[in-house]
């Protein structure tokens, strides 16, 4: 199914019907931004965190030519979901598992473009990116989402914590 890449990401949220996606505003415009060179290419997406299903509803309209779209989710809940696109797999687990991670690289053992909203845990985050970033293609786009560690001592504190800042300063 081929979709017209003229449209925002944006305007593809604002039209989609199906599961919710919740993505803040700000991203979508960024998104649109960042992802502008690859919405025509055969690109395979990583994407932890998927929530409620629908940004992987959403990803194939925005890149039709798209090979893959792979959402992990650790809430079983997810598994329940179902999508009409062959393109998109769902892979249930704590991503940061190594059974996890085995389950996503049957799927592809490389990805053009990652986003991690698996966690807002600084520790988590960190542990995300050492994982799949060796797997991101050179050129490939590796998006943190909601980095709130950064700046909440609930989430570890990141740019505040006593030990980033000793060893950053």
Request: charged letters at 25%; proline letters at 4%; glycine letters at 8%.
């Amino acid at each position: 199914m081929k979709y017209m890449t003229e449209k925002t990401l944006t305007e593809i949220y604002e039209e989609h019907t199906g599961k919710v996606s919740d993505k803040w505003s700000l991203y979508l415009s960024e998104y649109d931004r960042i992802f502008k060179g690859y919405r025509t290419q055969p690109i395979k997406i990583l994407e932890i965190g998927i929530q409620n299903g629908g940004s992987l509803e959403i990803w194939p309209k925005f890149f039709p030519n798209g090979k893959k779209f792979i959402g992990c989710d650790i809430n079983p809940n997810c598994a329940k979901l179902q999508f009409e696109d062959p393109r998109i797999k769902l892979v249930i687990g704590d991503a940061n598992t190594n059974k996890t991670q085995n389950d996503i690289l049957q799927h592809s053992s490389e990805f053009d473009i990652v986003i991690d909203d698996g966690s807002h845990l600084s520790s988590h985050i960190i542990k995300s990116f050492a994982r799949y970033f060796p797997i991101l293609l050179d050129g490939g786009v590796y998006v943190a989402e909601d980095l709130h560690c950064s700046y909440w001592v609930d989430y570890e504190g990141g740019l505040l914590d006593p030990f980033f800042c000793n060893f950053i300063f």
